[in-house]
């Protein structure tokens, strides 16, 4: 530290650290770093490793800036984990990735997101969810959880896992629909529940049947 009058401009003293100090090398955050929006579902959690051998990482989640933290999994080894994002809406997200000594377990570094990202929450397609049995023509309800605010949701099924999808209908309000089931059998039939802001028509986050179900 250096001091300087600040109206001749002269330099008066300074002063060094009495000792040297260690500067640690730590991991990366590169994803997601901030500015990041995630519709819950799985999302990959990447970062740049401690230049040590024999590291492995514990990997935490905040939601709320960082006042309260999270473990996802301990022990990791790489420079990615996939992350099953909770369905918990929030706008100040944030990773943490923290290295740690695989030997004698020293705490080696750490890194945070740079700045938050957001979590928006999805609606949870509860039923025909996977494995059911419909019989074609037949009136089967399609229930999901709801999303807060002023949504509403458009409802879909495809009948090749996916491949394709039919609109069965847009605009719903609630969370559930009764569904006129195709006469068309398949193995491998889904449905998708898509939501919407029914005041800026953007689309939010939607979910598909976790597996797919049978129509006969």
Do not use: C, M
């Not at 300087?4 to 770093?33: H, M």
């Not at 492995?56 to 709320?64: A, M, P």
């Not at 949870?124 to 229930?143: A, C, F, H, K, Y």
């Amino acid at each position: 530290v250096t001091a300087k009058d600040a109206v001749t401009g002269q330099w008066l003293s300074r002063d060094d650290s009495d000792q040297v100090f260690t500067i640690k090398q730590r991991p990366q955050v590169l994803s997601p770093n901030g500015g990041e929006i995630l519709n819950g579902g799985a999302a990959i959690i990447s970062w740049l490793p401690h230049p040590a051998s024999n590291v492995n990482y514990t990997i935490l989640s905040s939601l709320d800036a960082g006042a309260t933290w999270t473990v996802l999994q301990s022990g990791v080894v790489g420079t990615s984990l996939q992350w099953q994002v909770p369905n918990t809406p929030t706008a100040t997200a944030l990773v943490r990735v923290t290295a740690k000594d695989a030997v004698t377990g020293q705490w080696l570094g750490r890194d945070d997101s740079d700045q938050v990202f957001t979590i928006r929450q999805r609606p949870l397609v509860l039923s025909p969810n996977g494995g059911e049995v419909l019989q074609g023509n037949s009136v089967s309800t399609i229930d999901w959880t709801a999303v807060s605010g002023n949504v509403n949701y458009t409802v879909l099924y495809s009948l090749d896992s996916g491949t394709t999808w039919t609109v069965i209908q847009i605009g719903v309000t609630g969370s559930s629909l009764q569904w006129q089931v195709p006469n068309t059998p398949t193995t491998t039939a889904l449905i998708r529940v898509t939501a919407k802001d029914a005041v800026t028509g953007q689309w939010l986050s939607r979910d598909d049947s976790d597996q797919v179900f049978r129509i006969q």
